[in-house]
């Protein structure tokens, strides 16, 4: 870089002698190797017959200088003749990167890379590629990477050879994470917050146990947020530092300052003259239920959100809500939130990047605004958590920059993607022996989001098979597009003297209807074939035959979770309805399920589950055997999946009506030091009954319950569920399935 400033200046100083214009009758060009003379005097944008005084032919070296073809430039005119005299810089013959294994890291590296090969070759310009490389390594966590270089030079040729030695080493782990300052909050807690995490032997296919600089600001970042959400509205991370601890790794140590703990005391909501109040009505409440409260960061922005929700949807589109904030009392906040109307812009582009297989349509196609329309945060914000729902990526980053006028932006969407495919493999051990399950699934099918799944599961006597694709965004509706084959076997020929076949396809669609209100119809269609032996009962070998059944199925879902993964608040209703439209025996099901979550103390969280189901004949005759309902497994652990309820010779034959209630609650204090694990301690109770051609075998009443616990694991091959239930109420006909595991891989 000192070389090319003395090289600006020394020629600036040459050309002073310069100060009046000359006629230029001629260009010369000397020293020039490689590149023609033409090439040059283009480059230059000098032209004979043209009047050139210092400031121009300044302006020509500046030019000349930006191609990077030359390492010295020299004008002058002398009797009317511009020289230009050069020294072309050498030319790139091989660039290598040797000693890295890994080639996509390689090329990695050669991309981030300004020297390419045939490139020429620049002095200050190799110094930043050196810098960057150092810094691309450090950030992969190779802190004690060596990096060896060498500059061949061919005089002849004017080429050279640069060549990278690089010796990874071994990257940087996490030995140990503490935390010190004012923390206020136990360090196992503070560990399950942060993306950092210990080495330890069970997590080495984890890349969060290396030392990243940028999961270090990260850190900070979601410590920041849970102090705050915890009431201490003043907390600071004043630092994070890291101590070396042998050749290989590092402590993490941050310095916390959390302060007192803080509550709101007055909140307001302050409208412009021409809003309507009664809109707003809703917001108010909410103010008046926070009074008192622990500050939390989280119910602000839930404030915040709320308000832009109700100003988007009566037309209030281009709002700007600041929020101020006053300490009163030494510990408590005054909130004013102030709504004004603000400038409209809108979005000129939206450019994506880090998209190496997923398509970018598969991206584009979420957004309701695109490039020309009104900028709307809310409807953008929207189609964010979107893509982040689907799945695809592991980092979804969002930028808004200045367009080309005040009234324009441009919008920068740059993503991470992660594994897509899924393998998972389940088993159960119970009274009458094992059942196993498993399927392959990947959710990003060809790149264009797509999600296909296949599913098998086996049992004494039951063999089921599944087919499921689903399309996002259907023909750019917005809506997904479900379709699904699927085929089960039932055969209780030997106990019961019946077998059933029955295959299934279906083809819905799922959309919003409402704010947080989606809807799901279906078409389904069913072929089934029953057959009987001499050994089944009188009503069983009555429904003997062939079936083709049509139905429309629905189902509404409210949902209110705080998130989807692992929900800490909120409720997820449902409603469901089978119509049959063409039938032989006419089936009418009504289902409906409802789930409450709520954060209790010491971090567990409860969660209430509501289940019923009720099948009942249109034409008034019995309700088909493969049309009654059974009780899943998930309702009644600890019991088999349909194994429970009334039977009928022998074999289980499901009732009309079937309930269940389970609680549930997290045990964040078994074995906090062991982050890989989640458990959870369960109670289960459910009925199933209703046998309407038969009374003498129906059991009303008979209510099952269990309890148990359950295990979530991150293991090295994958998550891993154990469950282990043990049945309180139960019938001697009743099949238990104590232990239940499943267990699943990413690819």
Known sequence: MLKKILLILFTYTSLLNYSFADVVSKIEVNGNKRLARESIILFSELKVNENYDSTNLNLAIK???????????NLKIEDNILYIDVVENPIIEDLAIIGVKNKGFTTKLYDFMELKSRKSFREYIYLNDLTLIKNIIKKNGYYFAKIKTSIKTNKEQNSVRLIYDIDLGDRAK????????????????????????????????SNKVYLDENRLDLDKRLLTNYYKNKGYYQSKIENSFVESQNDSSFKLIYNIDAGDKFFFNNLELNLPSDFDEKYFISINGLLNKLKGKSYSLDNVEKILNEVDKIALSKQYEFVNA???EKIVNGNKLDFIISLSETEKFYVEKINISGN??????????????????????ILFNKAINKIKSRKLFSKVDVKLNEGSNKNLKIIEIEVEEQPTGEISLGAG??????????????????????????????????????????????????NDLFTSIQSTTTDNLAVSGYKTNDIGFSLGTRFEQYENLFFRPELAVNIEKLE????????????????????????????????????????QSTIFQSIPLNSETYELTNGFEINKYQTLA????????????????MTGEDVRLSKRLFLPATKLRGFESGKVGPKDNGGFVGGNYISSVNLSTTLPQILPSFQMADFNLFLDAANIWGIDY????????????SFGIAMDLLSPIGPISFSLAQPIEKKSSDITETFRFNIGTTF
């Open 429 to 478: 051990l119970g009274t009458s022996g094992a059942s196993i399950g498993g399927g392959i699934k990947e959710n990003n099918f060809l790149g264009k989001g797509i999600t296909v799944d296949s599913s098998l599961s086996v049992s004494d006597k039951t063999i089921a098979g599944k087919l499921t694709y689903v399309k996002p965004n259907f023909n750019y509706s917005d």
């Open 532 to 571: 009987t032996t001499s050994t089944a009962s009188s009503t069983v070998k009555k429904m003997e035959g062939n079936y083709t059944d049509l139905y429309f199925n629905y189902s509404l879902d409210y949902d209110l979770r705080d998130r989807y993964y692992q929900p800490t608040e909120g409720s």
């Open 174 to 205: 996490i030995s140990k994470i503490t935390f010190i300052g004012d923390k206020k909050i136990k360090d196992r807690k503070l560990k399950n917050v942060i993306a950092s995490e210990e080495d330890k032997f069970w997590k080495f296919i």
């Open 602 to 617: 010491g971090n567990m969280v409860g969660k209430l589950s509501v289940y019923g189901r009720a099948v009942t004949s």
């Open 694 to 705: 038969d009374s003498a075998i129906d059991q009303s009443n008979n209510i099952r319950s």
């Open 63 to 73: 030019k000349l200088d930006k191609t990077n073809f030359f390492k010295k430039i």
């Open 356 to 377: 190496s297989i997923t398509l970018e349509e598969v991206l584009r196609n979420s957004f309701i605004v695109d490039e020309g329309d009104p900028y709307n945060e």
């Open 322 to 324: 600041t929020l101020s």
